[in-house]
């Protein structure tokens, strides 16, 4: 049998246990360790998922010598400092977006991954849907043409009502970008990384719907099936964005246009995109991610359905079922993850140009973007990204 990948998870809320079965599903690795905010936590979770050694101090987990990888999937100001440690002790580290809080701590991260010869990932999941890659393939190979705008949006309800609350809106934990850095940032990643342009330049324009929210005093499991009485909540100022419009400026002249909100009655978690190229044009949703709709003046437009033996050579290493067969966003971390792991099992630690899955160059890449974005709806002016 080969030899499976150790990996060793810390924060195991929404996205931790999503990790760990992904990474099950690679049958590349094995999940040995999981840490998190405290022992009691960390046991009752090792229990849920199944994981044999339990931390409730993250850095017992990067002490465990046999933890070859880690997957870091805290709040967002904890993935600096965590990923710096880790690195420092020798893991290969695939980290939770953003990479950091700001600019300079993404550099050093990238630096220091560099400099310790160890792998690093972002977790830009989005990327691995089969159908983000063949269009990936389609503008690289010229289906597309000349890429001359992209627009889209980012949606989401989950934050609709003023009692909808969670750590990400304090900025102390989440950083000083909300809609933007949580969500934005997937979409940039994705249509840099399909229409291989990168922006140049962005104009942005935020709004803060619910200036005060409400913030369940007590954790808000513990009123699960019970109606919350006014005394129940504590009024919290919110100073970042729910909604954001930036227009964009891409290197090859191209023009675009994202919205992203997370109060938008009805969308669950809606990626959405179209690009409008000389050729033809392209458009997905994520939400039907196994459908690519291609937009064609002088035939009938097209719908590609998600099937490998329609798919080019390079998407059909993402693909694990045959067309009909849905695949979608549990697969995504596992194709992810394969790719990171199989570095790993050949002990190649690749160059960046022959690497196909995000790491913390990108990571860097979304936090300068993000910065930059910030910075433009404070001036009202257009920022470079620089
Ligand atoms: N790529 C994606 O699709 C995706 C989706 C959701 C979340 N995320 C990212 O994942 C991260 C976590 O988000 P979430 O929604 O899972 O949050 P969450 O609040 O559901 O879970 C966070 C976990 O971290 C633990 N934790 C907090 N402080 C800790 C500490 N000091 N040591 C160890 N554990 C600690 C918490 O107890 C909890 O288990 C965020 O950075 C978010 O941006 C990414």
Not at 115 to 121: E, F, I, T, V, Y
Not at 201 to 222: C, I, M, N
Not at 272 to 278: K, R
């Amino acid at each position: 049998m080969t030899r499976l990948v150790k990996v060793g998870v810390i924060g195991t809320g929404f996205i931790g246990p999503a990790h760990i079965e992904a990474a099950r599903r690679t049958f590349l690795a094995e999940v040995i360790g999981l840490a998190d905010i405290n022992e009691e936590v960390a046991r009752y979770k090792a229990e849920q998922y199944a994981v044999s050694r339990c931390y409730g101090d993250y850095r017992e987990l990067l002490r465990d010598d046999d933890v070859e990888v880690v997957h870091i999937c805290t709040p967002n100001y904890l993935h600096y400092e965590m990923s710096r440690e880790a690195l420092l002790a020798g893991k290969h580290v695939i980290c939770e977006k953003p990479l950091a809080m700001n600019r300079k701590e993404a550099e050093e991260l990238v630096e220091l991954a560099e400099k310790k010869n160890l792998l690093h990932a972002v977790h830009f999941n989005i990327r691995y849907y089969p159908l983000a890659r063949e269009a990936r393939q389609m503008v690289k190979g010229g289906q597309v043409g000349t890429v001359f705008a992209v627009h889209g949006s980012y949606l989401r309800d989950w934050l609709f009502y003023e009692t909808d609350y969670n750590w990400r809106l304090e900025p102390e934990l989440s950083g000083e970008s909300r809609a933007i850095a949580d969500i934005g940032s997937h979409w940039l990643d994705l249509l840099e990384y399909i229409t291989g342009q990168k922006v140049t330049e962005v104009f942005a324009d935020f709004a803060t719907f619910h200036k005060v929210r409400k913030k369940p005093l007590k954790p808000v499991e513990t009123y699960a099936g019970k109606i919350l009485q006014p005394e129940d909540y504590q009024s919290i100022l919110i100073n970042t964005e729910d909604y954001a419009s930036v227009l964009l400026h891409f290197a090859n002249g191209a023009h675009g246009v994202l919205t992203v909100n997370q109060v938008a009655a009805g969308r669950k978690n809606r990626l959405y995109y179209e690009i409008d190229g000389s050729r033809c044009a392209l458009s997905w949703d994520s939400e039907r991610p196994n459908e690519l709709w291609i937009g064609r003046r002088d035939k009938a437009n097209e719908i590609l359905m998600k099937d490998p033996s329609l798919l080019s050579p390079k998407t059909r290493e993402i693909v694990s079922f045959p067309g009909g067969h849905n695949e979608g966003f549990p697969d995504t971390s596992k194709h992810l993850f394969r790719e990171v792991y199989r570095c790993i099992l050949e002990g190649k630690i690749r160059s960046q140009e022959e690497r196909d899955f995000p790491t913390f160059v990108d990571g860097l890449r979304e936090v300068m973007l993000c910065e930059a974005i910030l910075r433009s709806a404070r001036t009202g002016k257009w920022v470079a990204v620089e």
